[in-house]
């Protein structure tokens, strides 16, 4: 493939100290376009291997050896396309869920490993003694590591820079809670940007892997330069005419989401009790613009700038320097615990960032420990003194560091809370769906997203079929179920092709389908439409439902935690509403072609999967 | 008709000290539409672009009904 593609992927044993470079079929790349869909397409060639060689792929440990993990570009990332710095990496399977391991990352780590030659690494094995990877301009060396083991994340990434004397290198790294093969652990890019979700930086850990940088002065070759600089301004203009891309995101960072969401009465607090948090205003991101933030921080080749420069210097959390919150770190780590304290939240996520792990699986964690405490059901002497409560500030700084190094209660946080609510007699309280800590937005007042919860096939998640840009953000009726199966259906597959191109979902409050048609053409030099990629992106999430049902995943996994589908909302806009899943889900199938939660033969063969 | 105002993100501009803890407090006339009291509140129509009234969505055409009723005005956000 000529143009778009480095046309170089890397297959890394770590086992055997070997790697060797291997190329994708510009007929593969056609059917798959990059990033999550390649990724796919080679976890479900792997299976595949894993089933000949007698693995049972449902036994099979997430953090054993044989476990693959995937670092991913596709076409679009790496060039002039605006905010096209990211990557998707994947995993077999997931420590924390047994469901597929997969998350999407800023920075810049996706266009510099294009620069240094390569459009994905693909790695297996594990190292006898940890071990770094280096990709300087097509040059792969594998390092040892064991000074860097017990490294966070920060020191990790500037020590590295510094030894390889690239200051504006790429560093991919996992920090302490990944070495604890803590299950909520991520894989850190640039300090403060996350692969968060699915616990991907436990998978890196396992293989002894602490990091890989990259950096080169390669450029993918645009086909069509002329028509793509062409769509590249016309697409700029449109997000700097978009007021959300234009001035909310830049201005107030995702937090902007925090008054919305809770003035719909769907904020969800005290672990989903309700959703509505009377002092979610302590907590948004008009206070976080206000009181706490330093300057932006856009991502590389980035036109939005949604990241945030933050300090605290007030209170009993002060720090000098630290990027984010997010609306969901906030929401997970200060609202559904109910402590409404910018300070802690900062603090909190501080620490995620610098040790490495999912703010929210771990704020919902806390969360959930809150309210098995507040029912009685954790021991005092699990508790050793903690005052549990919702609101306790302290003990939400407290517990996530404790779960980053697995001590006392916070062994438990950093299990998730599907674990932690299990060992602690009441399973019905942990808010995930398939092990996964669901985000920020009560099904309850805006269905769609529910049954995009349920139907994930990394789990319990938002950005793999946000609706809420249409059901809060947008015109469509939040309560209603009609409809919402399609809706669903469109904005995942649509999302797989964004992590496909691969660069940032937040272009699609600005950006439709044509506009990645118009990407994606004169890029590769192909001729694809809008309905073509819809079609790439059912092929994609298709191919990843074939792998998370050969782990036994099917439709009964495909639900809603109890509190969602029993409990009525007990108060605010929302008020006296459930969720009506299994009408949805039945319209969700049959528009999919499955039969409970599996691609039927039909379906495989029309999307060319057998 | 005693009404409250919350106001978010960046029609914060005109109203720096409106927030959801302490909402602006107004006396409109019956039969108040929301497009009358968007430009009361000087306003563009286009740059407010969701309107809830007690939490639920609510268009410029529709009328102002009840007393004590909450109007959170907001422009394009978006996030995730």
Sequence with gaps: ??????????????????????????????????????????????????????INVKDFDALSSENMLIFATGPVTGTRSP?????????????????????????????????????????????????????????????DATKLWGKNSVETSSHLRNKHDKKRAGVSCIGPAAENLVPLAVIMNEEHRATGRTGLGAVMASKNLKAIIVEGNNKPIIAKPDEFDLKVKEHVEKLKEHHTTAESLPNYGTAILVNIINQNGMLPTRNWQTGVNP???????????????????????????????????????????????????????????????????????????????????????????????????????????????????????????MAAFRQGLGFWIGEGSRKMCQHYGAPDLSMSVKGLEMPAYDPRGAKGIGLNYATGNRGGCHVTGYTIAAEILGDVDRFTTEGKAELVKIFQDFTSIVNSSVNCLFLTFALGLDEYAEMICPVTGWDVDSDELLTIGERITNLERMIINKFGITGKDDTLPKRLLEEKMP????????????????EYYELRGWVNGIPSEEKIIELGLK | MKIFVKVFASLRKKYPSVSDLNPLEMEIDKGTTLAQLIARLNFNQEEVKIILVNGLRASVDDIINEESSIISLFPAVGGG
């Design chain 1, 83 to 143: 905010n096209s710095g990211r990557h998707h990496v994947m995993a077999l399977k997931s420590p924390l869920t047994g469901s597929i391991g997969s998350g999407n990352s800023g920075g810049r780590w996706g266009a510099k490993l294009k620069f240094a030659g390569y459009d994905g690494i693909v790695v297996i094995g594990k190292a006898e003694n940890p071990v770094y990877i280096s990709i300087i301009d097509g040059s792969v060396e594998i390092h």
């Design chain 1, 1 to 54: 493939m000529e143009f778009g593609y480095m046309n170089k992927w890397l297959k890394v044993n770590l086992t055997l100290k070997e790697f060797k470079d291997f190329s994708i079929s510009e007929d593969i790349l056609r059917q798959f376009v990059g990033g999550k869909g390649i990724a796919v397409h080679l976890l479900w060639k792997y299976v595949s291997k894993l089933e000949e060689k007698g």
């Design chain 1, 571 to 586: 108060e605010g806009p929302s008020k006296g509403q459930t969720v009506d899943l299994d009408t949805m889900k039945e």
């Design chain 1, 279 to 401: 002092e979610a205003e302590k907590i948004s991101g008009e206070t976080l613009t206000e009181e706490y933030l330093i300057n932006k921080h856009p991502c590389w080749g980035c036109v939005v700038a949604c990241g945030r420069k933050t300090k605290v210097d007030k209170g009993n959390y002060k720090i000098t320097y630290t990027e984010g919150p997010e609306y969901e770190s906030i929401w997970a780590l200060g609202g559904s615990t109910a402590i409404n304290d910018m300070g802690a939240v900062i603090r909190a996520n501080h620490y995620c960032d610098i040790f490495g792990m999912d703010t929210i699986s771990v704020g919902s964690s806390i969360a959930a420990a809150m309210e098995l405490n507040e029912k009685g059901m954790i021991p005092e002497e699990d508790l050793q003194g903690i005052d549990l409560r919702f609101g306790n500030a302290d003990a939400v700084v407290e517990l996530t560091w």
